[in-house]
């Protein structure tokens, strides 16, 4: 009998587990009374969240879940087509042109998920024989876009201005591209735009900004990395930004010139074959854009509680992280594990993050923190960091 695909499933699962490297879901309920982020596990017990990208949080304002059911009630809640085949609503419209509003750009089109987008961008404007060139720790959807594209991907050290500018300087045919995280993922420190805008100049390169993690949270009115440096629009190409994360909703966007817009809504395959997203997320993203650029008060909060874990945890292996993005690199994957279920045992939800999504021996804790958070949050987390650690 030859060997089936199928066969070789259970030794790739006992490859997996053999490292440690099994993932599990675990299904948390937020608690319906808390305002913070508090959730209940499956066996009832109590965890406060350090994992979600809900740094505002908007997820569970209550404005934002009206507008929602205002909307569903109009739309009902399946947009049920593609957007360029009757899937789109005119509270879409409303919604790219608040974005487009709000960061200044001339155009926006709205994506299924900042995979989806990052899929479809890279993969529409990326020719096969141009040269990309991304930073090390890049999100994987950036990296998938580039796979996708068929052009070669060459790594430069994880923002290291000087390696970029060396591989520059090699050459070659075809047009030149640099695509970066703005805030990173899973280390939470900035891209080093100025720089990068700069050699982008001199050699006439594109920028693909994924502004992912930095909406909401950098910049006057939350308007990301670029209005963080005092750069403008106009130094980068395309900037994508998710609705997923600070938002607190789910969906993405990419921002940037009317002819931009216009090819990606003809050619990026990601937008064409998907299914719109429910337009009450729609009416929901509308609501949370307009509290999010009023947001100074949550940004500000936001920064006190970094300060506050870094200057009460001083010599634990924070990275370097000017955002509510704060890795605490414990090294080798089994730790990392036991010290993330010690910190359950505590009531405090922060998973280890292994890798392939971080580098080999680079196993850490991603802290994330939330302007919901309240200040006993943090000391509860503090206390059973210095306990465990
Ligand atoms: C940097 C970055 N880009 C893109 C994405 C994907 O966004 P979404 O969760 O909306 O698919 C994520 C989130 O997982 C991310 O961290």
């Known amino acids: 009998m030859p060997d089936t695909a199928e066969s070789d499933w259970s030794k790739q699962l006992a490859d997996i587990r053999r490292q440690g490297l099994w993932r599990e879901l675990l299904p948390l309920q937020p608690d319906p009374v808390a305002d913070h982020p508090k959730f209940i596990d499956s066996e009832g017990r109590a965890l406060l969240s350090f994992a979600s990208n809900d740094y505002l949080g908007l997820s569970r304002d209550p404005a934002l879940q009206r507008a929602a059911i205002a909307e569903m009630e109009k739309s009902g809640l399946g947009a049920a087509a593609a957007p360029l085949l009757g899937g789109e609503r005119p509270v879409h419209q409303a919604l790219a042109a608040d974005l487009a509003a709000w960061l200044g750009a001339e155009a926006v089109l709205l994506f299924g998920s900042g995979y989806l987008a990052n899929l479809g961008v890279i993969s529409a404007l990326v020719g096969r024989h141009d040269r990309v060139y991304a930073d090390r720790l890049n999100h994987a959807s950036l990296v998938d876009g580039v796979r996708l594209s068929g052009a070669r991907l060459q790594r430069y050290r994880h923002g290291d201005m ?50 992912a993690h930095a909406l909401g949270v950098l910049g006057d009115q939350g308007r990301g990395t670029l209005a963080h440096y005092r750069l403008g629009n106009a ?41 719109a997203f429910p337009a009450a997320l729609a009416a929901a993203a509308r609501v949370s854009l307009q509290k999010l650029q009023a947001g100074e008060a949550r940004r500000t909060r936001l920064h006190a509680h970094r300060l506050c874990l870094r200057t009460q945890l001083p010599d634990a292996p924070w990275l370097p992280s000017e955002t509510p993005i704060q890795g605490l690199v414990l090294g080798d994957t089994a730790r990392a594990v036991k010290v993330s279920g010690q910190l359950r045992e505590a009531g405090l939800y922060c998973p280890a993050v292994r890798p392939p999504t971080v580098p080999q021996g680079s196993a850490r804790l991603r802290v994330t923190l939330s302007a919901a958070h309240r200040h006993e949050d943090l000391q509860a987390l503090l206390t059973a960091l210095r306990e465990i650690l």
């Open 162 to 211: 000087a390696h970029l500018q060396q591989l520059l300087a090699r050459g070659g045919s075809g047009r030149i591209w640099i695509i970066s995280d703005g805030v990173f993922s899973m280390d939470g420190d900035l891209a080093p735009l100025p720089e990068m805008v700069a050699l982008a100049r001199q050699y006439q390169a594109s920028i693909i900004l994924d502004e």
């Open 235 to 275: 130094d980068v190409a395309v900037i994508m930004g998710t609705l997923g994360k600070a938002f607190g909703v789910y969906g993405a966007f990419v921002a940037g010139s009317q002819d931009l817009i216009d090819l990606l809504r003809n050619r990026a395959r990601s937008f064409i074959y998907h299914t």
